[in-house]
Structure formats: C-alpha cells, structure tokens
C-alpha cells in the first residue's frame, strides 16, 4: 500500500484529470478503488481518536503513578510486588489486544505504543524488583538483561521496534560494561559472571540473537543496526588501539583481525550463504536480498572509509611508538568471536568465487576484486607495523583517494546519488585534511580550498545533468494495457 501522503496527492491529481476531461468515470473508479480514497478520512479519522486515546492513557497513567509515588513509602512489599506485576502485564495485555485487531481500525499502531510501554515496563520493574529485595546489581546487568527480555518479547511478537529497543538497550549494557573491563571501573567488575561473558562475547551474541531477529521481522534496520554493532563491538573487543589508558599503538596480527575482518565480513555476506547450492547455480535474474547484501556492502564501504580515512594520518605511523610485547596483560576471549566470524567471512569469499575477474572491474570499480585488494594492502600494513612508516601513510592515502574515486565513477555509471556524492564528500576530505595536517602556507591551503569548491560545483551539475539526459523507463507492457 502506497503512502498515504502520496495516495492523497493522486487523489487531488485524478480529480482535475477528470474535471479536464482526460480520464473518464470508469478509470477514476479503478484508480479510486486501487488506492482506496475512500478510505483516505476514515484513516484520518481512526487516527486522531488514537492520538485522543493515548494522550488520555498518558495522562491517568501519570495520574496513577504520581498517586503510587506518593503512598509508595506506606506499602506493604506484597502491595508493591501487585501492583508493578498489575501494571506490567496489564498494559502489556492491553497493547497485545489492541494489536491483534485489524489494521484498517487505527487501533493497531496504538497496540504497538502500549507493547513499546510495557518493554520500557519490564526494565523499571527488573530494577525496583532488585531493589525491593535487596538484591544488588550493576547497570550494565540490567540492561543487558533487559535488552535480551525485550528481545524475547519482539521475536514472540515480530515487532520491529521492540527489536530495535532490545538491540539500543543491549548496545547501552554493553558500552557500560566495556567501561569497567578495560579498568576504569574495575571494581563493579567481578571476576566470573554471565553478563561478564555477554560483553565480552557481545559480537558473537548478536550474531546468534539480533540477526535471526532481522530475519524474522524482515526488517532491514534491525538488520544494519545488528551488522554495525557487531563490527564496532568487535573493534573495541581487541582493542587494538589502547591509547586512551595510556599505553602505544598496538598493531601486528590484533590490527589486523580488529580493522580487516570486519569489513571483510560484512562485504562477503550473503543471505544464501548458508545454503548447500554453489552460488553458480543461483539464477542470474534473482534479485539480491532487501536484507544483507545491499546493506551490508554499504556498512563495509563506510567502514572503509573511515578506516583508510583514519590511518591516512601520518601520527598513526611515525608519532606513536608501537608496543614490543603487545600482549602482555591481554584479554584472549575476543578471539573465540573472531574465529567464529572469521570462519563466516572466509565461508563468504569462498562463495563469492574468484574476485580478481577482470570483467567485474569493468563493470564497476567498487567490486569484489577493488575490496579485496584493498583489504589485503591494509592487512599487510597492518602486520608490518611501524617498519612500514612513511610507506604506510602514502599506501592509506592512495586507497583513500582510489575508494572516493571509485564511488565517484560507479555514481556516475549507474546513477545513484548517494553513492556519487558519498565519494565526492570522501575525496574533499581527504585533500582538506591533508592540507590542514602538514605544514602548508596560508596561500595555498585557500587555492586549495577554492579549487575543491568549484570543482563540487562543476561535478555537482554534470552528474545532475547527466541524469535528466538518462531516457526514462518504458512501461511494461502490462502496465501500459491495464491502464489504457
């Protein structure tokens, strides 16, 4: 069903079609009946009743919990364990209710709301709950926990934001539970615990929780939520850059599994990954997932980006003195997630087949072939360390450059905005960051500046131009017959 700010626009537009006389009754009848405008007030109409509803279900449920506030000192436990159970599973019984009636109704949406209340519930009661019986806990615990429940609750329900607000709420456990793994709070950190073993295995947890969620709700931002998560909590698992405790660059073998399989995982990443058929027997005319593949190649190429953005700066090379032992006092339980994900990616890139096939690069420049020999330069800077000094900032900065050049000539081939002014963006940063980190005379960093304005300008128009010369679509011939 088609939006309903678009379905009132056509509305208006078929109607001065038929007073102009180029439409008859009959057709403005099948338009009418295809887009129900008909329907256009009643939706309206269901809709501000719900608004009034929830604004009223705000309000007494204000009411009541400032009344309970005020008596809450004067309660039995028994009396306060009632009515946080009344107040959770009745509000939950409600939005379940409300939820299961027909869309068409308006009441759906406002089911919704109340399951959203009774997720944010559950969290409030976990805490007073711990606190009525003195049972002491940290807060990452209890998002983590919260988070899982709210995950059970959205996979029982297929509910997109309730998978979403389980995901937020594992992703805040698990920032404050990082925290305290790397010592800035040591004490609240105890020395064997599930939600201990949560954090420190958050990238393989997501994987088996939020990703088969996004499946089941089909849901792509759950989807690209879980996928970046996964790739930043792996990240800052290995800790391969230990500079804010103080301590050196740490690279070798841990850079290269923190800043490579990432991205490798997420570009190789395929819904029919799993499956026992070769990818040659998969028809050519099938479409790529809406799930994984577009997404998830997307997410690869901005971390990427920020990756070959990053460590184009000379500092990481020459200014940091790298560690002699690197693993002294290191924590060895990330790698039983990156194994397990390393051993994805590698089933991925067998799948994909050879990428160094040289009519893919002719097809486009960011492919296969261009990501993997970007992936391996990297790993292999990566490994050498600081030996490589003044070679590793030029061979960052050139992929840098060959990355925004890349997404500038796929943009223009095929079209795509996002893509052409995602690599013009890249590649103005690069030159002004350049400009600024070395020392440059005033002169030339404004002609720099001045240089890369006008030439935004002038690829700006000609991409634009280009497109309004593309010819448009032709019709199919169904389509040109139902509306004939």
């Known amino acids: 069903m088609a939006s309903e700010k678009f379905r009132r626009q056509l509305r208006q537009e078929v109607e001065d079609w038929w007073s102009e006389g180029l439409i008859d009754a009959a057709l403005y009848e099948r338009l009418a009946d295809r887009y129900q405008f008909r329907r256009l007030e009643q939706d309206a109409s269901n809709r501000f009743i719900a608004i009034l509803l929830g604004l009223g279900a705000i309000l007494l449920g204000l009411g009541a919990i400032t009344f309970v506030a005020a008596n809450w000192q004067l309660l039995s436990r028994t009396a306060k364990v009632v009515i946080l159970l009344a107040c959770f599973v009745g509000v939950n019984a409600a939005g379940f209710y409300l939820w299961r009636r027909p869309l068409q109704t308006g009441w759906q949406r406002l089911g919704q709301g109340l399951l959203l209340l009774g997720a944010l519930l559950l969290g409030a009661n976990m805490a007073l709950m711990s606190q009525l019986f003195h049972q002491s806990g940290e807060g990452y615990e209890l998002f983590l926990i919260w988070g899982l429940g709210v995950a059970l609750m959205a996979y029982s329900l297929r509910l997109v934001p309730l998978g979403i607000l389980a995901l937020i709420l594992v992703i805040i456990g698990y920032c404050l539970g990082w925290t305290a793994w790397i010592g800035w709070d040591r004490a609240s950190w105890q020395e064997f615990s599930g939600t201990r073993l949560l954090v420190q295995h958050l990238p393989l947890l997501l994987s088996l929780v939020f990703v088969p969620l996004a499946y089941w709700c089909r849901s792509r931002v759950v989807m690209g939520l879980s996928a970046a998560a996964v790739a930043i909590s792996l990240v800052f698992n290995l800790r391969p850059l230990s500079i804010w405790n103080g301590a050196p660059l740490t690279a070798g073998w841990i850079g290269v599994i923190a800043f490579v399989l990432p991205p490798a995982l997420l570009w190789s990443y395929r819904d029919h990954l799993w499956q026992y058929r070769p990818v040659s027997a998969v028809p050519a005319s099938q479409p790529p997932s809406p799930l994984s593949q577009p997404l998830l ?188």
């Open 297 to 484: 190649q997307t997410l690869a190429l901005w971390f990427l980006a920020i990756l070959f953005y990053v460590f184009a700066f000379r500092g990481f090379w020459t200014g940091i003195e790298l560690t002699r032992d690197p693993l002294a006092g290191w924590d060895w339980s990330p790698l039983i997630d990156a194994v397990i994900l390393g051993g994805v990616a590698i089933l991925g890139w067998l799948r994909i087949g050879n990428p160094f096939r040289w009519r893919q690069f002719q097809a486009q420049h960011i492919s296969n072939g261009s990501i993997a020999i970007g992936l391996i330069v990297a790993a292999a800077f990566f490994l050498l360390g600081q030996q490589a000094g003044v070679i590793a900032v030029v061979a960052f900065n050139l992929l840098l450059f060959l990355l925004a050049l890349g997404l500038i000539r796929d943009g223009l081939a095929l079209g795509h905005r996002a893509t052409f002014w995602g690599g013009m963006v890249l590649l103005v940063l690069g030159i002004i960051s350049r400009m600024l980190e070395y020392d440059t005379g005033l002169l030339l960093k404004a002609l720099v500046f001045v240089l890369c304005g006008i030439g935004i300008i002038l690829a700006g128009l000609r991409f634009e131009r280009s497109l309004r010369s593309r010819p448009l679509p032709s019709l199919p011939p169904s389509s040109s017959e139902e509306i004939s």
